[in-house]
């Protein structure tokens, strides 16, 4: 184990952590029925490696009912923006987990009913008294059983017992549509993976009641962390590859078409898996490119005639084979595909690439990918970086979208008049009143858009939820597509009917994939049309700068909107410019 | 073998090795909690690969007993 991923590291660092002023902010509570020790230094300092400054409150152990149940209790002061509780099987079944094998058969439905409504009732006061989201971890199915190899024999045994209070867990609170709050956390992965022998150590267990060990806490706050990276927005959205080792054994300018190895043998073998995992993360909607030093007709050929390759010319949105610098070509694909650079995460073997692009790029996740390609697929399967806390439609349909994005711009290469590109595009774009169904896409879109974005506020789904229902706001998003095919819901705006005479914009936002074609127009067009017809005079809102937002800077004026204070201002009696390219369908 | 003894004390409880002595106990060293001697123990088992009895934790007042229990079990301080 590296000396900088062990438990003394991270209580050592928490310490000289010290608030930035521009990093994200993130406040966290803990809540468990066993010591947890550890858990939020090595939450904070991981929250300030990613740039958030993470503010943590620890309920006292074993105090998680009251915390809960009380109204006044400390955790719903602290006002948390994640609450993570940690359930252990121990705890929540007492004497019966050693002895569940004398339980009457006619008594057991009914303990696991009551332990099952504990938990629902601790999940329905939360979400009453907290706007946080609950990240419950379901209980550990033992490893052993008081009935012996018999248990598979008897209805209910221990183990059976365990999963079905979990699968309640799942369906009742995490599976629920209409819950955008509560999560479970499957703790029997955690198990499965590093093993209840390693995880869980009786003397650790007996001296403090640790029921994770000291070894496996940085590993476990580690798997808590995708849920942060979700809830904070901060997910990668583009993997960036290199060809030779990373995506194929050896040297395809050296070894030759027929020498590399993919598939057919050990090394091959490891390789093949690895794309099955990229291709997985792709169909799941992150985005892939290629950024590798070659001649493009050897590496190319290789991508689209190998017979054991699984990734296709078409599942990369950009491809750079060339012999210009990789931080360039990072660059331009950066550029090109509208994605930051501190959405991005390169994989490549050489390790003086790699130190290259991270002291170069430090914006850009550089993995620390070993010269043993064998392990590429487990180092690429725990990463949490890529987590989101609902896949949505847009995001299985992102590498469609972008090959159409890629064909865009084959056009717009060949069409020199701009004008002329954007009639061929042949556009429509759909304007909805929000709905259960892109209500989760509504929220995924304040949280990830930065460039095309009027105020950069964040909402959570259930917050875009209340709006939605709220008479005093309008929430609509639009959805675009044209003739290269359908680009999903890429655009809301939410407006606060301040009064009779006026509307406040509190968020108008764009998909970077989409700015710039008059879509930002029509959007504006339709507020103000909206307007006119409930007699409203002037429609104002800010533009709030940050360090990712100047696309969007001078658009209230060139719609001519006007300064007033802090505010852009637009009377309603005035004729806005709208493009004609694009035609509208409205469905209010 | 002393060195590393007091390499990982210090840097567990985060304080400079010239302030720990094999007098060093919960009473004289402020950073010497509960749990941080729990981290220490797992510490030195990993750093010289052995595995202490739980009776054996539990005699370990002072960082003197640490040295005593190493050589115990065959570690040379």
Redesign the interface.
Known sequence: MKNEENLAYFLNEAKTIKPRELGKKLRVAFLASSTINGFEETMRVKCFQKGIDCVTYVADYNQYNQEILNQDSGLYQFKPDITFLILDTRHILGEHFFSWHIVPHEEKPKFVETKIGEIKKLCNTFEENSKSKLVITSLQIPSYSSYGISEQREMRGLKEMVSEINNELFDNCGRLYTNHQIFIYDFNEFISRFGEKNIFNYKQFFSGDIKISIEYIPKFVNELMGYVYAISGITKKCIVVDLDNTLWGGVIGEDGFDNIKVGDNPIGHSFVEFQKRLLALNQRGIILAINSKNNFDDAIEVIQKHPNMILREDDFACVKINWDDKVLNLQKISQELNIGLDSMVFFDDDPINQEYVRESLPEVLVVDLPKDSSQYAQIITEMKEFDILKITEEDTKRGAMYLGQKKRKELEGKVTDFNEFLKQMNIVVNVEKANSFSIPRISQLTLKTNQFNLTTKRYQEEEVSKFSSSDNKIVECVQVSDKFGDNGITGTYIIEKKNDEEWIIDTFLLSCRIMGRGVEEIMMNQIIEKARLSKIKRVKGKFIPTTKNKPAENFYEQLGFEKENEFWVFNTDNIMNKPEHIKVKKNE | MSEKLYQIIS??F?VDSSKISDDTSPENLEQWD???F??LL??IE?EFNIK?N?DE??DIKKIGDFKILLEKNGVKI
């Open positions: 840097k567990v985060n509960s749990f941080n729990y981290v797992d510490e990993n202490f739980l934790t539990l």
